[in-house]
């Protein structure tokens, strides 16, 4: 292998097997820890309270990641629209502990649901140091229909048996994860160091080449944020950045520059856009449908029935007539009237 672009991402990968190897605490502590990363923090105007607001979640690949309003029971809302009214977070990444397998220096963020995996390595999206990233949102419900109509999967009833995300809801680039780590350890006895497994092994997995059966289906009900992003130049001369010890305002203005990033997260609006799916001919149409024929063949048929005893009795009333005709005439053949005068002269002159 000589292509640098190869090398590199093959380099990286071989780090997060060597980093997999390690347990759970010392990951943690080879990563920044909360207050390092975090140096400041607001959400609708209000300072954010670091040690509750924000849960560890150590990822594979990026390391310590926190999320912010993770508390289903205790969210976090906001009733305006606009970045003065989002999180507005500093981010500390301090550079000059930056290995050479980094090719970047910014954070990774991911907008997900709190019952949702965050899945940044798909799903995340960069923000360099030395810039103010503003992240706005807005909100797409998707519903599908199920059975008989669609081929989508209800997450509350979802079968999580070999499901590596138990603790989350569905999703399927979970399912595609789990079917992946599911075939690997039943057929290699090792696993991908990236998701769960529940074997100690774990080896390199490029020579897998079979395709894998898996049928991963969308959900019925979907929440999709779309994310526009822009960004700024950051810090400006007038930015307040706290304490610098030893430097001057222009060498703290060039330390954060390289060290640090603002992100902003907000809402653009506070409506959402609804995608609903819905049958092309469903049991209402069928009822309607049937319904309009059914009158329309019970209306003929009245008519046709009202035609046919019409019918009927006109032919009754021409037989009657007919046959009084023919006993009218019956009885006037049969009677005999006397002659007139001038028959009688005409037979007297015969009988002379």
Known sequence: MTDGVAMLTRAKENLMFTMSALSAEQREALSQSKHEFIEMCSFNGHECNI?????????????????????????????RAGPMYGIRVLLFVNTSDYMSTSESAGVRLAIHAPT?????????????????????????????????????????TYNKT????????????????????TNL?????????????????????????????????????????????????????????????????????????????MVEVFYEQLNYELLQESE????????ADFGGHLGLWLGFSVITVMEVIVLILDVISICFRRRNERKHDRQNNGKSYPPTSGEEKSKSLVQI
């Not at 509750?52 to 809302?77: A, K, M």
């Not at 070999?162 to 399927?172: C, N």
């Not at 304490?243 to 390289?258: A, I, P």
Request: hydrophobic share 25%; with cysteine; net charge negative.
């Open 51 to 79: 040690d509750e607001d924000f849960r560890l979640h150590v990822d594979p690949e990026f390391g310590n990641c926190f999320t912010f309003n993770h508390d289903v029971n205790n969210n976090y809302t906001s009733s």
């Open 162 to 181: 070999d499901y590596i995300y138990q603790q989350y809801d569905y999703h399927p680039e979970g399912c595609h994860r789990s079917c992946f780590q």
């Open 280 to 287: 092309a001919y469903g049991l209402v149409n069928l009822i």
């Open 185 to 261: 350890i039943r057929d290699c006895s090792c696993g991908d160091p990236r998701f769960p497994r529940n074997i100690g092994a774990f080896g390199d997995f490029h020579h897998v080449t079979e395709r894998m059966d898996c049928e991963c289906k969308q959900r019925c009900r979907e929440i999709v944020h779309e994310v526009t992003f822009s960004a700024s130049r950051w810090p400006s001369g007038a930015t307040d950045l706290g304490d610098c010890d030893g430097m001057t305002e222009t060498e703290c203005e060039n330390y954060y520059r390289l060290n640090a990033a």
């Open 116 to 156: 949702e995996y965050p899945f940044p390595d798909t799903f995340g999206y960069s923000a360099p140091v030395g810039f103010a990233s503003s992240f706005g949102m807005k909100k797409k419900l998707i519903q599908r229909l199920s059975k008989p109509y669609g081929d989508c999967i209800h997450a509350e």
